[in-house]
């Protein structure tokens, strides 16, 4: 097992990289050069579009808009917006926090490209349900001399789904419950399990209609909690910013139990945890957009790209800026613990709740949206009799994740992140001369 643990963490080291970061990167850079900026200039109007989308229309599609980004947003916030976060500044400082977000700023035009792709591509599967994602972009898009990529991509996806939203989210749920409330862990498990159950079992419109409740409703609350931290702790809010600008391009000296980090660590972790966070390159929310009611790739694009914002730019930042301002960042701890340890400081007693809440909340609604995408890349690989077992496995597995130490799994899900991105960034970079000329004709008529 050690062999086994040994070699998976060189490899995650390997895939998660600079050449997977360049490649990040560079994809989102190239797509925003060649859009122009739209994608962060249309904000607004991607907004517009959002509250537009909440509305039943006779389009084309399963869900809504709204729903169709409310399930995107519960896969992505989730616990990377809470350990994660806390995670990049422990290993690269407070500066990995301005690398997030150019990870972010950029990642927008490649959540753009990707729903835009995924309803352009999308098709109907045997029950006349829309499904759509890399998979179908790549297999319809590229052509069949590349669907052994398409298969690829299904393949790395339908195994990640159950380490990064499952056995992960559920694991960290089940730590929380047993440090804070001593809660054992099988007890937390089991009620996981069954409240999953209850949702997954109705398939995407049950769980449409549940997260376009719940994601509104668990982010306004933690940002709001965030926000008292810091209005109490205004005072510190400027240093806290003014470090992450510095940090960045000059690395962070060792502090207190902080070990000191270099401008690559910085970089590398600040990249690597922002796609965590919000999966812009990863491939996983067109699956879910590819469901919308829409006629128009464009305009599912714009709400689309407003995940990435709102994930990293709102969410992680108040989580940031909670655990610099507070100071507790130097502190020598990690994860979600170094998260808790900051909103107790900086507001004694409730703090801490804010963070257990946040954390049970973003997992639950994560492990609800992951199972879909994961549903939706083994049905592309097996066929519709996959699905009802595909579920009831998804449903043990939350139960395995939340009683087992999970530091294989971690790894495991690290580097078939990366591998799920491969594919999916290859074929937005090819695919690219579609989105651009979609979007042109797009807003030359607006």
Known sequence: METLTNALSTISSWVWGPVM?????????????????????????????????????TEPGDITPFQAL????AATVGTGNIAGVATAIHLGGPGAIFWMWVTAIVGMATKYGEAVLAVKYRETN????????????????????????????????????FGIGNTVQSNSVSQVFDETLSVPRWITGLVMATAVFAVII??????????????????????????????LNAGEIPAAIGLIFSDAFTGTAATGGFAGAG????????????????????????????AARTDSPVRQGVVAMLGTFIDTIVVCTMTALVIIATGAWSSGTTGA???AEAFNAGMPGPGHFIVSFGMVVFAFSTMLAWSYYGERTAEYLFGSRIVMPYRLI?????????????????????????????????????????????????????
């Open 337 to 339: 613990q170094l998260s």
């Open 70 to 73: 409310a399930t995107a947003l």
């Open 202 to 231: 109705g398939g995407l419109k049950r769980l449409a209609s549940v997260t376009d409740k719940l994601v509104p409703v668990m982010a306004v609350i933690y940002v709001i909690g965030a926000a008292l931290v810091l209005l």
């Open 21 to 57: 970061l360049i490649l990040l990167l560079g994809t989102g850079i190239y797509l925003t050069v060649g859009l122009r900026g739209i994608p962060q200039r249309k904000l607004g109007y991607g907004f517009s579009m959002l509250f537009a989308g909440r509305k039943q229309s």
């Open 263 to 290: 401008i690559l660590m910085a970089i590398r972790f600040g990249v690597a945890r922002g796609i965590f966070s919000n999966e812009a390159g990863l491939g996983s929310a067109p699956i879910a957009h590819a």
């Open 394 to 446: 998804w449903v043990v597995a939350v139960f395995v994740g939340a009683v087992a130490e999970l530091d294989l799994v971690w790894l495991i899900a690290d580097v078939m992140n990366a591998l799920m991105a491969i594919p999916n960034l290859i074929a937005l970079v090819l695919l690219a001369p579609v989105v651009f000329k979609l979007t042109r004709t797009y807003f030359d008529k607006a």
């Open 126 to 161: 045997a029950e006349g349900a829309y499904v759509g994602g890399p998979m179908y972009y790549i297999r319809n898009g590229l052509g069949a001399n590349w669907k052994w990529l398409a298969f690829l991509f299904a393949l790395f996806a339908t195994v990640a789904a």
